[in-house]
Nanobody, 123 residues
Framework: QAQLIESGGGLAQTGESLRLSCTAS????????LGWFRQAPGKEREFVSA????????YYADAVKGRFTISRDNAKNTMYLQMNFLTPKDTAVYYC????????????????WGQGTQVTVSS
């Protein structure tokens, strides 16, 4: 069983950047498709970005395309989300997920989740 831990969240102003990390223990992350999702208060968890096992395949939600970059370092058992040009609409709790047979974009197809990290963007 994989345990995932997110870090790197915090407070940013509009236009600033943050980098989230997701580190795993218990299992090798290279076995999984990895994804980032976010959930704002009163809203459902939504897809942000996902990456295939080797890092060659990536997907982005339209809302973050061109601003966010997902990457992974299997040797470090870590995934990253570089978030640039942040806006208040990006404010949410960000979760990383790992799925053996995930379809990349649907949170229910992920097997393991971190506890989440809060990202707050002020105007």
């Amino acid at each position: 069983q994989a345990q995932l831990i997110e870090s790197g969240g915090g407070l940013a102003q509009t236009g600033e950047s943050l980098r989230l990390s997701c580190t795993a223990s218990g299992r090798a992350l290279s076995e999984y498709i990895l994804g980032w999702f976010r959930q704002a208060p009163g809203k459902e968890r939504e897809f942000v970005s996902a990456i295939g096992r080797t890092g060659e395949t990536t997907y982005y939600a339209d809302a973050v395309k061109g601003r966010f970059t997902i990457s992974r370092d299997n040797a470090k058992n870590t995934m990253y989300l570089q978030m640039n040009f942040l806006t208040p609409k990006d404010t949410a709790v960000y979760y990383c997920g790992a799925g053996e047979f995930s379809d990349y974009v649907t949170w229910r197809t992920y097997d393991y989740w971190g506890q989440g990290t809060q990202v707050t963007v002020s105007s």
